[in-house]
């Protein structure tokens, strides 16, 4: 359980670190909310040598509701062949 803790200490160091003082390291972060009054914080992570992409969220607890952690793999970014290539489509039937 002990390293678990340390990989989250380590990402909120991360997430702390401005995105321009990042942005020539392998892991960016990008701020995609910003709590207000400690709510919810969001982040993409992503790895700018192999592409792979993350969402980290976490939530503090508060009356009736527990807080937590979440870290979502969202799959790896990949070049197209040429301009305007549609790398992945996902669709849902209309209701």
Not at 33 to 50: A, F, P, Q, R, Y
Not at 57 to 73: F, K, M, Q
């Amino acid at each position: 359980m002990k390293p678990f803790f340390n990989v989250f200490t380590l990402l909120a160091l991360v997430a702390a670190v401005p995105v321009t003082a990042t942005a020539q390291s392998r892991y960016q972060v990008i701020s995609l909310s910003e709590g207000v009054d400690m709510g919810s914080e969001k982040v993409m992570i992503l790895d700018s040598t192999s592409g792979h992409l993350w969402t980290w969220t976490e939530s503090p607890s508060s009356r009736g509701s527990a807080g937590g952690r979440v870290i979502i793999y969202q799959g790896q970014v990949r070049p197209g062949k040429r301009l305007g290539d549609v790398i992945e489509r996902q669709e849902w039937s209309a209701n």
